[in-house]
């Protein structure tokens, strides 16, 4: 089979299978019933992922990588620590709560990881800590934010998107430039006149 193909054919499964994480669970999803959503037999399946873990890591794995390569370009830019902090939010708002399936499976089935695998994720994981945190932390060197502990308002804007799944529906009356908005709105100003 020739690379492109074999790539699309990989990123098809990928789609599924992502569904299907998001819907029924990852314990709950056999790789028969991946290999009959996505037409081939079982066996086939095997010749695109090892196993059906291999397939969980390289769904979350891809979503962070992809995430962290673009807040690293925002944290590398040459911008203010007040519009890295509103494109960060805005990313990562709207990157998340875009791609829902891929959010469900992180918050819900990291555990379902290998400890190598889950550790991997964990470190990445940090950088997002870390970068929120470290810009956070300069708007307050700067004087520029009330007197907040960075971390609980990094974990408070991650609790806010993570939740998406919970309610937000991309079809509904809220696009996902809104709910960005609203989000930096709400961590920046909080929601008191």
């Excluded at 819900?108 to 945190?133: F, T």
Aim: glycine residues 4%.
């Amino acid at each position: 089979m020739s690379k492109p193909k074999s790539l699309q054919k990989s990123k098809k499964i990928q789609n599924v299978v992502a569904h299907l994480f998001a819907r029924k669970g990852y314990h709950s999803t056999s790789m028969r019933a991946i290999a009959r959503e996505v037409g081939m037999n079982q066996s086939s399946l095997y010749h695109y992922f090892k196993s059906k873990e291999n397939i969980l890591f390289k769904l979350m794995n891809d979503a962070v990588d992809d995430a962290l390569a673009t807040l690293n370009e925002i944290c590398a830019a040459d911008l203010s620590p007040q519009e890295k902090l509103n494109e960060v939010l805005g990313f990562y708002t709207r990157y998340y709560a875009g791609d829902q399936e891929r959010l469900i499976i992180l918050i819900n089935e990291i555990n379902s990881l290998s400890e190598s695998n889950r550790r991997i994720l964990v470190k990445k994981q940090r950088q997002y800590v870390h970068l929120l945190r470290s810009i956070i932390n300069e708007l307050a060197a700067d004087n520029k934010i009330k007197e907040v502990d960075s971390t609980v308002a990094t974990f408070a804007f991650f609790g806010m998107v993570h939740y998406t799944v919970k309610w937000y529906r991309r079809e509904g009356a809220i696009g996902l430039d809104e709910l960005a908005d609203s989000f930096s709105q709400i961590l920046t100003r909080g929601i008191l006149r």
